[in-house]
């Protein structure tokens, strides 16, 4: 396993279209998060799945963005109608449910860009 | 690459120097606090992590040590090394569900 992984590194959109990012997380992770970050500000949370079920939505996510897990493995975040605003690096990470050490690791990211 | 650390503080230290980074935090219900490392265009990479019923903690050329009192966390990095150059940030965990909040970043410059 070589932990968490996400597809594409680089997205460039034009404003108005439809974007899917993909995140395969550690294995064993039972718990998966997406994050957003915009320059110079750390990571800011999205929502979490455990298993297959979206357990909580930060109120940063409007309608016009929609997390799954459909399997309890991979997740997908899709923004509809993308706006300038939305323009961040989007950032999964996958923990354990609980234990001595969560194992909270981040993936790289993946970049969109909306013009 | 991505720029990460556009105006965050920043600490300039030596090389073989030690670095402190400090942060302060907000729920005094939290119980869990992790510092993560992230290099331009990557991903936040974990350093260590450090639980409330704790004051210190080491790791390899790392110490993390944790105030209660007046919620306040410093990441101390022994022999700082050019590879040490990156953002660094704080998190802390407040519910039973994971979620992390993160502070506002300290950008680490090494000089040689």
């Known amino acids: 396993d070589t932990g968490v992984s996400q597809n594409p590194r680089h997205k460039i959109t034009k404003r108005g279209q439809n974007v899917t990012f993909r995140c395969d997380p550690i294995?064993?992770?039972?718990?998966l998060y997406w994050y957003r970050q915009t320059l110079g500000q750390g990571p800011e949370f999205l929502t979490y799945?455990?298993?297959?079920?979206?357990?909580?939505k930060s109120r940063l996510l409007s309608d016009r963005f929609s997390a799954e897990r459909p399997k309890g493995s991979f997740s997908t975040l899709e923004i509809q109608r993308t706006e300038q605003g939305d323009s961040a690096m989007y950032l999964c990470?996958?923990?354990?449910?609980?234990?001595?050490?969560?194992?909270?690791?981040f993936g790289s990211g993946t970049r969109l860009t909306v013009v | 690459g991505e720029n990460v650390g556009l105006h965050l503080p920043t600490l300039s230290v030596q090389e073989g120097d030690n670095s402190i980074i400090n942060c302060a935090y907000s729920?005094?219900?939290?119980?869990?606090f992790i510092w993560y490392k992230q290099e331009s265009g990557k991903g936040p990479q974990f350093i260590i992590d450090?639980?409330?019923?704790?004051d210190k903690r080491q790791g390899q050329r790392v110490t993390v040590l944790l105030n209660k009192t007046v919620k306040h966390l410093s990441l101390q990095i022994a022999a700082t090394q050019p590879g040490d150059s990156a953002v660094y940030f704080c998190?802390?965990?407040?519910?039973?569900?994971?979620?992390?909040?993160f502070g506002g970043g300290t950008r680490v410059l090494v000089k040689p």
């Open positions: 799945f455990q298993n297959e079920a979206q357990l909580e």
């Open positions: 998190a802390e965990k407040r519910d039973a569900g994971n979620k992390l909040t």
């Open positions: 990470a996958s923990s354990l449910e609980q234990g001595v050490n969560y194992g909270y690791t």
């Open positions: 294995s064993e992770h039972n718990r």
């Open positions: 729920n005094s219900a939290s119980d869990y």
């Open positions: 450090i639980r409330s019923n704790m």
